[in-house]
């Protein structure tokens, strides 16, 4: 594991001289007129640098932060409050589950107060909630000041869209008050998209005639600033956003890295917002080095790739969509190519192929976007393109920055990496190294040192793999490439310069110094994202222009007409969804092998889909009828590896719910909960003929 933790501590060391910049570090915050949008022509270029720079670590200037007890309306309060916020470690966070019909929870219990109890109650009813068990496990107490907790993490099924639903969750058995929680549209999301909330980043820098820190518990002012920094973000954007999907959230969560800092856990948690909004976290460099970020979130599909002492790469699908989740402090490319192409077959039909990371391949800060930033590049430009991903989501360099369509250039490149520093106890931050040949190259050359500026600039030159794809305007329909965008800090923890000179692949950059957020809205045909800053008096502005992509090549076919259908339609229609594989000889006496439906047949048999009537016949042309259907349709998604609760909620809100066999229920209820059939006018009208459109909407959803 130690080459985990290390390449996980990549970016620890962000901290100490002040980066170089044309802009004064004590002038005040510009408007977003100065700075929102830049788009001059320029090359990839090593950016210059002053003495005060040069070194291994770099930061935010003084004072370019976000002052809350300023910028907060109610800061004493807030400060009150603050030492019992620090100390409540057992706040429980939402996650996306792997599809949209799930939800997963995470929090943690203490030890002392008894046996820990994973158990979510969850429906939608507050009075009859149905339990769902999950599991728990020891949380290390050197990172508790060694009080002992236990994890608690539980996945929920069966959800459907634009339900309120009502849930509590067991700390040692004693249930919480139920917390409401509704979905929204399955197939028209609205998304929040943040970077670097790092609650606690904000330590050195003045309040009040103080200076922040960064020590233990509520000793932590700088987590007690930034916890509320982060709550206003959330508190405006889901006001001015009150239909939110869910969150991404594209790493740094919190700061002290490979320490204890349950507080700022505690203070990342504890906004309300997100009792009710599920957050897809990245693991960023300051999440990396401990366990406790994959104590606090319970991703889904969790993979054994790109693993650190955080956890690794996830994946997770979402209405239109599949989001790819890599955790890049891990440097192994192959591993995340893995995961990607994993992804993708296990969602082949997405329209979306969205993946989320935290250091910015394609950035323009300074501090990061042509040096530690840009070291995967090489490696990850290529698996992007041959995946036909869509959109990359990033972070790490606290600047925001949308790039032109890229795509890899077809040329081999060297692959880079960052080396172990003498004593193998870290990263060496002053250099990349060539992966084949070793070779080391100088990251913050010294001003004057024409050796250590030639090999920067050969390092810059040496990650120019990209194709920059000819576009005009922000609408674009089926382009070539892939998006990259880069989040500023939502918190306002910590602001970094951009570089002096744009970097040819970026389209529009911004550092105004405030707090911002991204909104996506997408559906089966688009993919759209507005950026807004939050100002010092909490007024939201558009810092970019709205940026469109449109696929016209996944508009939707013509409606199946409904028809009644056969037992043998049925499963002809199942086979050939399947691929057709191959499949022979049937055990049925009305079946015959040249029949067309034969092979159909003899697969749905041997897969479990379809066992006929128990009397040697299958009975291929009699109407299949809607119980049965459902029955096969749920065999069908389990095997294909689609999980559907089997709660009974959907099916008993049916009046005719006593109506369905009983060898039929279970099949009933797990079409209802993923949605693949649904009731009309509260009845689901089991022993009715299965018309040809249902069998066709129910394949689309699977």
Same mark, same amino acid.
């Given at each position: 594991?130690?080459?985990?933790?290390?390449?996980?501590?990549?970016?620890?060391?962000?901290?100490?001289?002040?980066?170089?910049?044309?802009?004064?570090?004590?002038?005040?915050?510009?408007?977003?007129?100065?700075?929102?949008?830049?788009?001059?022509?320029?090359?990839?270029?090593?950016?210059?640098?002053?003495?005060?720079?040069?070194?291994?670590?770099?930061?935010?200037?003084?004072?370019?932060?976000?002052?809350?007890?300023?910028?907060?309306?109610?800061?004493?309060?807030?400060?009150?409050?603050?030492?019992?916020?620090?100390?409540?470690?057992?706040?429980?966070?939402?996650?996306?589950?792997?599809?949209?019909?799930?939800?997963?929870?995470?929090?943690?219990?203490?030890?002392?107060?008894?046996?820990?109890?994973?158990?979510?109650?969850?429906?939608?009813?507050?009075?009859?909630?149905?339990?769902?068990?999950?599991?728990?496990?020891?949380?290390?107490?050197?990172?508790?000041?060694?009080?002992?907790?236990?994890?608690?993490?539980?996945?929920?099924?069966?959800?459907?869209?634009?339900?309120?639903?009502?849930?509590?969750?067991?700390?040692?058995?004693?249930?919480?008050?139920?917390?409401?929680?509704?979905?929204?549209?399955?197939?028209?999301?609205? *998304?929040?998209?943040?970077?670097?909330?790092?609650?606690?980043?904000?330590?050195?820098?003045?309040?009040?005639?103080?200076?922040?820190?960064?020590?233990?518990?509520?000793?932590?002012?700088?987590?007690?600033?930034?916890?509320?920094?982060?709550?206003?973000?959330?508190?405006?954007?889901?006001?001015?956003?009150?239909?939110?999907?869910?969150?991404?959230?594209?790493?740094?969560?919190?700061?002290?890295?490979?320490?204890?800092?349950?507080?700022?856990?505690?203070?990342?948690?504890?906004?309300?917002?997100?009792?009710? *909004?599920?957050?897809?976290?990245?693991?960023?460099?300051?999440?990396?080095?401990?366990?406790?970020?994959?104590?606090?979130?319970?991703?889904?599909?969790?993979?054994?790739?790109?693993?650190?002492?955080?956890?690794?790469?996830?994946?997770?699908?979402?209405?239109?969509?599949?989001?790819?989740?890599?955790?890049?402090?891990?440097?192994?490319?192959?591993?995340?190519?893995?995961?990607?192409?994993?992804?993708?077959?296990?969602?082949?039909?997405?329209?979306?192929?969205?993946?989320?990371?935290?250091?910015?391949?394609?950035?323009?800060?300074?501090?990061?976007?042509?040096?530690?930033?840009?070291?995967?590049?090489?490696?990850?430009?290529?698996?992007?393109?041959?995946?036909?991903?869509?959109?990359?989501?990033?972070?790490?360099?606290?600047?925001?920055?949308?790039?032109?369509?890229?795509?890899?250039?077809?040329?081999?490149?060297?692959?880079?990496?960052?080396?172990?520093?003498?004593?193998?106890?870290?990263?060496?931050?002053?250099?990349?190294?060539?992966?084949?040949?070793?070779?080391?190259?100088? *990251?913050?050359?010294?001003?004057?040192?024409?050796?250590?500026?030639?090999?920067?600039?050969?390092?810059?030159?040496?990650?120019?793999?990209?194709?920059?794809?000819?576009?005009?305007?922000?609408?674009?329909?089926?382009?070539?490439?892939?998006?990259?965008?880069?989040?500023?800090?939502?918190?306002?923890?910590?602001?970094?310069?951009?570089?002096?000179?744009?970097?040819?692949?970026?389209?529009?950059?911004?550092?105004?110094? *405030?707090?911002?957020?991204?909104?996506?809205?997408?559906?089966?045909?688009?993919?759209?994202?507005?950026?807004?800053?939050?100002?010092?008096?909490?007024?939201?502005?558009?810092?970019?222009?709205?940026?469109?992509?449109?696929?016209?090549?996944?508009?939707?076919?013509?409606?199946?007409?409904?028809?009644?259908?056969?037992?043998?339609?049925?499963?002809?229609?199942?086979?050939?969804?399947?691929?057709?594989?191959?499949?022979?000889?049937?055990?049925?006496?009305?079946?015959?092998?040249?029949?067309?439906?034969?092979?159909?047949?003899?697969?749905?048999?041997?897969?479990?889909?379809?066992?006929?009537?128990?009397?040697?016949?299958?009975?291929?042309?009699?109407?299949?009828?809607?119980?049965?259907?459902?029955?096969?349709?749920?065999?069908?998604?389990?095997?294909?590896?689609?999980?559907?609760?089997?709660?009974?909620?959907?099916?008993?809100?049916?009046?005719?719910?006593?109506?369905?066999?009983?060898?039929?229920?279970?099949?009933?209820?797990?079409?209802?909960?993923?949605?693949?059939?649904?009731?009309?006018?509260?009845?689901?009208?089991?022993?009715?003929?299965?018309?040809?459109?249902?069998?066709?909407?129910?394949?689309?959803?699977?």
């Amino acid at each position: 594991m130690l080459s985990c933790v290390l390449a996980a501590s990549l970016l620890a060391g962000c901290s100490g001289a002040a980066s170089s910049s044309a802009t004064d570090a004590s002038s005040s915050a510009p408007s977003s007129s100065s700075a929102a949008s830049s788009s001059e022509p320029a090359q990839e270029t090593a950016a210059p640098e002053t003495s005060e720079s040069a070194g291994v670590s770099v930061s935010a200037l003084p004072d370019h932060y976000n002052d809350s007890s300023v910028t907060g309306t109610d800061w004493e309060a807030w400060t009150a409050e603050w030492e019992s916020v620090a100390a409540d470690f057992t706040k429980v966070s939402l996650t996306p589950g792997a599809d949209e019909t799930q939800l997963n929870f995470a929090w943690y219990s203490k030890t002392a107060d008894g046996e820990a109890t994973p158990v979510v109650h969850f429906g939608t009813d507050p009075d009859t909630l149905e339990a769902f068990t999950g599991e728990s496990g020891a949380v290390d107490t050197e990172l508790t000041g060694g009080e002992a907790y236990d994890y608690n993490h539980v996945t929920v099924t069966g959800l459907t869209e634009n339900t309120t639903y009502y849930y509590t969750v067991e700390k040692n058995g004693v249930e919480t008050e139920p917390v409401e929680y509704t979905t929204g549209s399955f197939s028209e999301l609205n *998304l929040l998209y943040v970077g670097d909330p790092q609650i606690g980043a904000s330590t050195g820098n003045p309040q009040a005639g103080g200076e922040l820190v960064n020590e233990s518990g509520a000793a932590n002012t700088a987590a007690r600033n930034d916890s509320y920094g982060w709550n206003r973000t959330l508190e405006i954007a889901t006001q001015e956003n009150p239909d939110l999907n869910f969150v991404i959230s594209a790493g740094d969560q919190v700061n002290k890295t490979g320490q204890p800092k349950e507080e700022e856990y505690a203070g990342y948690l504890n906004p309300a917002a997100l009792a009710s *909004l599920p957050v897809a976290t990245t693991i960023g460099n300051h999440d990396s080095l401990n366990p406790d970020y994959g104590y606090h979130f319970y991703n889904p599909n969790q993979t054994e790739n790109g693993l650190t002492e955080a956890g690794g790469d996830y994946y997770y699908s979402y209405g239109p969509a599949v989001f790819i989740v890599l955790n890049t402090n891990n440097y192994n490319a192959a591993e995340h190519q893995k995961t990607v192409e994993e992804a993708v077959a296990a969602y082949p039909d997405a329209t979306w192929r969205i993946v989320t990371l935290h250091q910015d391949i394609y950035g323009s800060g300074y501090d990061h976007s042509d040096t530690d930033g840009m070291i995967l590049r090489t490696q990850l430009t290529p698996i992007f393109d041959a995946n036909d991903i869509d959109v990359v989501l990033q972070g790490h360099d606290h600047t925001y920055s949308r790039s032109k369509m890229l795509s890899g250039d077809g040329a081999d490149h060297d692959a880079y990496s960052m080396p172990m520093n003498e004593d193998g106890t870290d990263y060496d931050w002053d250099h990349a190294m060539n992966v084949e040949t070793g070779e080391l190259y100088t *990251l913050w050359p010294e001003e004057g040192d024409a050796e250590a500026e030639a090999s920067k600039q050969a390092f810059v030159d040496g990650n120019k793999c990209y194709t920059i794809e000819s576009t005009q305007g922000n609408e674009l329909t089926d382009p070539e490439g892939t998006l990259y965008m880069t989040a500023n800090s939502a918190s306002g923890s910590k602001f970094y310069e951009l570089l002096a000179t744009q970097q040819d692949y970026i389209a529009a950059r911004s550092q105004n110094w *405030l707090p911002s957020y991204s909104v996506i809205e997408m559906d089966e045909d688009s993919f759209t994202i507005d950026t807004y800053q939050i100002t010092a008096d909490g007024q939201v502005e558009a810092i970019d222009q709205t940026f469109t992509i449109e696929k016209q090549e996944t508009a939707p076919e013509t409606p199946v007409e409904a028809q009644p259908m056969t037992r043998a339609d049925a499963v002809q229609a199942l086979y050939e969804d399947a691929g057709s594989p191959a499949a022979s000889g049937t055990s049925f006496t009305d079946v015959s092998g040249d029949a067309a439906y034969a092979q159909a047949v003899a697969w749905a048999a041997q897969n479990g889909i379809a066992a006929g009537n128990g009397d040697g016949t299958f009975a291929p042309n009699a109407p299949v009828t809607r119980e049965q259907l459902a029955v096969m349709l749920s065999r069908y998604a389990a095997l294909q590896g689609r999980a559907l609760s089997a709660g009974q909620d959907a099916l008993n809100a049916c009046s005719d719910a006593a109506s369905v066999s009983g060898w039929a229920q279970s099949g009933v209820a797990q079409v209802l909960n993923g949605g693949l059939l649904t009731a009309e006018n509260g009845q689901f009208a089991p022993k009715a003929t299965a018309m040809t459109d249902e069998l066709a909407n129910a394949l689309a959803q699977l």
